[in-house]
Nanobody
């Protein structure tokens, strides 16, 4: 059974940084395209960023371009989300997800496995 466990969330002031981690177990991590999504209070879950299987290609939502960076370590079965210049509008529960499809995936329905989420709160 594939399990995804996020960590690294917390409270940060506007302009600050956080790094989220997502550890994957029970599956072939290097065979998954990985993504991060987020859900703000009262809003639908939205795409943040995705990375291909070998970590050579990424795609970001416009709202986080230049501020967030996704990376992965296939030896550690872990994907990361480095977030900088955080703003209050980045406050959300952040979810990592794994897709068995090839290529970068921005649609939630393309992902087969999901973590439970980690809360990120940015104060103004």
């Amino acid at each position: 059974q594939v399990q995804l466990v996020e960590s690294g969330g917390g409270l940060v002031q506007a302009g600050g940084s956080l790094r989220l981690s997502c550890a994957v177990s029970g599956g072939a991590f290097s065979g998954y395209v990985m993504g991060w999504f987020r859900q703000a209070p009262g809003k639908e879950r939205e795409f943040v960023t995705t990375i291909n299987r070998i970590g050579s290609s990424t795609e970001n939502a416009d709202s986080v371009k230049g501020r967030f960076t996704i990376s992965r370590d296939n030896a550690k079965n872990t994907v990361y989300l480095q977030m900088s210049t955080l703003q209050p509008e980045d406050t959300a529960v952040y979810y990592c997800a794994a897709s068995r499809f090839s290529g970068l995936q921005i649609e939630q329905r393309a992902y087969h496995y999901w973590g439970q989420g980690t809360q990120v709160t940015v104060s103004s």
